[in-house]
């Protein structure tokens, strides 16, 4: 039974489209994230919601809408899609905020041509 | 800003021959750090948490260890199962986000 699943897992898309990823989580935990892994495998916080408010949003373009229509889901909606925007695109949660313990999801690889 | 270094970037062991991953940081305040394993194709998983210097953690054949500037993951007499990339995390001061190193690819030859 997994704990943090996405999807989906692949995503290949033209330039100036519009995609969506999905997250669900069913481990109970308060709080979810959105971490990008670019192609050097760096891995950079998005964003992060506690019970379903935002409490974390990097600088990241608008063009990124997260949201968490409850506390077991957090979806990512990317509008106008660069080819920067390829990246593999990781969802995580935690039992709450300010812990380091996260629990990830498989990925999402997002390639824009 | 916070600051993760994470050296080699990779490693090419033999089967059985033991090392050390180094994580130095960078930060004010620290209140904890963070190992992880990463499989090609996956999310990282959670290995360890050090929170104060001298602080050791084991699981298996691996270690954390913990000073005041850097972390060590050390594996003894590793297996080609432990070829994965780690990653090494910090959070610290008012920082309520964890900052990622870029991890030390580390592969183990039969």
């Known amino acids: 039974d997994t704990a943090v699943s996405q999807t989906p897992k692949y995503l290949v898309t033209q330039m100036g489209n519009d995609k969506s990823i999905k997250c669900e989580q069913n481990?109970?935990?308060?709080?979810m994230y959105w971490y990008k892994q670019d192609s050097k495998k760096f891995l950079k916080i998005m964003f992060s919601?506690?019970?379903?408010?935002?409490?974390i949003n990097e600088t990241v373009p608008n063009r990124f809408s997260p949201k968490s229509p409850d506390k077991a889901h957090l979806n990512l909606h990317i509008n106008s899609l660069e080819l920067g925007d390829s990246a593999v695109y990781f969802c995580?949660?935690?039992?709450?905020?300010?812990?380091?313990?996260?629990?990830f999801g498989e990925g999402s690889r997002l390639t824009v041509l | 800003e916070d600051q993760v270094t994470q050296s080699p970037e990779a490693l090419r062991l033999q089967e059985g021959e033991s090392s050390s991953l180094n994580c130095s940081y960078t930060?004010?305040?620290?209140?904890?750090l963070f190992w992880y394993r990463q499989d090609p194709g996956k999310g990282p998983e959670f290995l360890f948490t050090?929170?104060?210097a001298g602080e050791e953690k084991e699981k298996e054949r691996l270690k954390a260890t913990l000073t005041k500037k850097e972390s060590f993951l050390h594996i003894t007499a590793p297996k080609p199962e432990d070829s994965a990339t780690y990653l090494c995390?910090?959070?610290?001061?008012?920082?309520?986000?964890?900052?990622f190193g870029k991890g030390i690819t580390l592969s183990v030859r039969p």
């Open positions: 995580a949660s935690s039992e709450r905020e300010s812990v380091g313990e996260l629990f």
């Open positions: 481990l109970g935990h308060d709080t």
């Open positions: 919601y506690n019970n379903k408010e935002l409490i």
């Open positions: 930060v004010s305040g620290l209140r904890g």
């Open positions: 050090l929170y104060s």
């Open positions: 995390a910090v959070f610290a001061g008012a920082n309520s986000k964890l900052t």
